[in-house]
Nanobody
């Protein structure tokens, strides 16, 4: 069982930056791939980024490539999402997720993740 808590969301102007954090409970953090998803009002949940168990591989959604960076610190049971060059269309609730399956291109799918945090709101003004 893994519990996830996101933090770091907030209000930022377009072009600005934020860093989201996700703290995971439990002693088996390195057993899980970690992902970030987001959901804007009236839209479906969208894959943002994922990172492999030991941080050697990462995946990004097309809309965030080159602007967002996912990292993890297994000594702290933390995963981070650095958001740069933010755009109004990045406004959404951002969710952290953990999955037991190895990271593959299927890691963009919500169904690959077993545990989810409650989310943190990001609002980007134009």
């Amino acid at each position: 069982q893994v519990q996830l808590i996101e933090s770091g969301g907030g209000f930022v102007q377009a072009g600005g930056s934020l860093r989201l954090s996700c703290e995971a409970s439990g002693r088996t953090f390195s057993s899980y791939i970690m992902g970030w998803f987001r959901q804007a009002p009236g839209k479906e949940c969208e894959f943002v980024a994922a990172i492999s168990r030991y941080g050697s591989t990462s995946l990004y959604g097309d809309s965030v490539k080159g602007r967002f960076t996912i990292t993890r610190d297994s000594t702290k049971n933390m995963v981070y999402l650095q958001l740069n060059s933010l755009k109004p269309e990045d406004t959404a609730v951002y969710y952290c997720a953990a999955g037991r399956a190895p990271l593959t291109p299927l890691g963009v799918q919500e169904g690959r993740y077993d545990y989810w945090g409650p989310g943190t709101q990001v609002i980007v003004s134009s």
